[in-house]
C-alpha cells in the first residue's frame, strides 16, 4: 500500500473514532428549530387605559392587564396575539373576528354576558376622592368636582347627592381629571381607585400636593371586581385563565406584578 493511500485510510479511521466517542466531530449535524406548538389565543384590548393598558409602540403591548394575562398565559402553556379596538367594541363580533379575550379595565358588572363570561378577579377596585387637602375631601360632594365622561358618576352626584350640573366638570382620562384639581378647575377629582394611584405616582404628579381616599361608605361588589372576559363557548380557556390567576396568587406573582403598577 503506497504512503498516500494509508494516510487516507488512517484519517477516515481517525475521524469515524472520534465521532463514536463524542469527542470530536468532522461534521456537526444542524439542531432543528424547536417547534413552539403552544395554542394561540385573540385578546381584544381597549386603545389606552392606564395603567390597565397603555398606548401600543412598536407593535409592544404593555399595561398591568397584559403583564398579568401574559404571565397567566406562560404558567398556562398558551400565546396571545393582542387587537386593539375602541371600547365600545371589546364585545361584538367575538365570534366574527375569532376573538377568545377581551380586557379593559372591565368589571363583572361591565361584562357582556350574551357573549362572554368574566374570569375570577384579578384586583378589586374603589372609586377614590383627589383632593390638594384634607379639608378639601371634607363634605367632598359640596365641592366643584371632576369625573371621566365615561363614568356613571354624574347621574349619581346629580340624583344621590343633590350635586347641581354646573359643579361637574367631565373629562376625557383620569389623567385631565387630577390635572384639573391641581390647576384649581376643580376642588375634587373622582374615579378609579387604580388609575389614580398609577398616576400620584407617576413623575408627573409624584411632587404634588394630591391625596387620595376611597369614597367614603363604598364597598366591594361585581362593579368593582376587575376581570377579563371569555367568550362564552370557551369554557376551557376560562378555566385556564382561573386557574393561572389562583396560581399567580398563590406564589405571589400576582402581588408583584401590581406593585410594578403603583397598586
Known amino acids: 500500500m503506497n504512503i498516500a493511500?494509508?494516510?487516507?485510510?488512517?484519517?477516515?479511521?481517525?475521524?469515524?473514532?472520534?465521532?463514536?466517542?463524542?469527542s470530536m466531530t468532522s461534521v456537526q449535524e444542524a439542531s432543528a428549530p424547536e417547534v413552539d406548538d403552544r395554542p394561540v389565543y385573540r385578546a381584544v384590548r381597549d386603545v389606552t387605559y392606564p395603567p390597565y393598558l397603555l398606548t401600543v409602540h412598536s407593535g409592544e403591548h404593555a399595561g398591568l392587564e397584559v403583564d398579568i394575562l401574559n404571565a397567566v398565559a406562560k404558567q398556562q402553556g398558551f400565546k396571545i396575539e393582542y387587537i386593539v379596538q375602541p371600547w365600545d367594541k371589546l364585545f361584538t363580533n367575538l365570534k366574527e373576528l375569532?376573538?377568545?379575550?377581551?380586557?379593559g379595565g372591565t368589571s363583572i358588572e361591565d361584562v357582556n354576558q350574551e357573549v362572554s363570561i368574566p374570569t375570577r378577579p384579578y384586583v378589586v377596585s374603589l372609586d377614590c376622592l383627589?383632593?390638594?387637602?384634607?379639608?378639601?375631601?371634607?363634605?367632598?360632594?359640596?365641592?366643584?368636582?371632576?369625573?371621566?365622561?365615561?363614568?356613571?358618576?354624574?347621574?349619581?352626584?346629580?340624583?344621590?347627592y343633590g350635586m347641581k350640573v354646573e359643579n361637574i366638570r367631565t373629562v376625557d382620562t383620569h389623567y385631565q381629571v387630577m390635572t384639573e384639581v391641581l390647576k384649581k378647575n376643580?376642588?375634587?377629582?373622582?374615579?378609579?381607585?387604580?388609575?389614580?394611584?398609577?398616576?400620584?405616582?407617576?413623575?408627573?404628579?409624584d411632587d404634588t400636593p394630591l391625596l387620595l381616599q376611597a369614597v367614603p361608605g363604598m364597598e366591594e361588589d361585581d362593579s368593582t371586581r376587575i376581570v377579563f372576559s371569555v367568550r362564552k363557548d370557551e369554557p376551557e380557556l376560562l378555566a385556564k385563565i382561573n386557574a393561572g390567576l389562583e396560581a399567580l396568587q398563590k406564589n405571589g406573582e400576582l402581588d408583584a406584578i401590581k406593585a410594578r403598577w403603583k397598586q
Open 5 to 22: 493511500k494509508f494516510g487516507l485510510l488512517l484519517g477516515v479511521f481517525f475521524i469515524a473514532a472520534c465521532s463514536e466517542n463524542g
Open 98 to 103: 375569532d376573538i377568545h379575550i377581551s380586557l
Open 130 to 160: 383627589i383632593g390638594r387637602s384634607k379639608e378639601d375631601l371634607h363634605h367632598w360632594w359640596k365641592k366643584k368636582i371632576a369625573i371621566t365622561e365615561f363614568g356613571e358618576w354624574k347621574d349619581t352626584l346629580i340624583q344621590d
Open 186 to 205: 376643580a376642588e375634587i377629582g373622582l374615579g378609579d381607585c387604580v388609575a389614580m394611584r398609577y398616576h400620584i405616582a407617576s413623575e408627573t404628579f
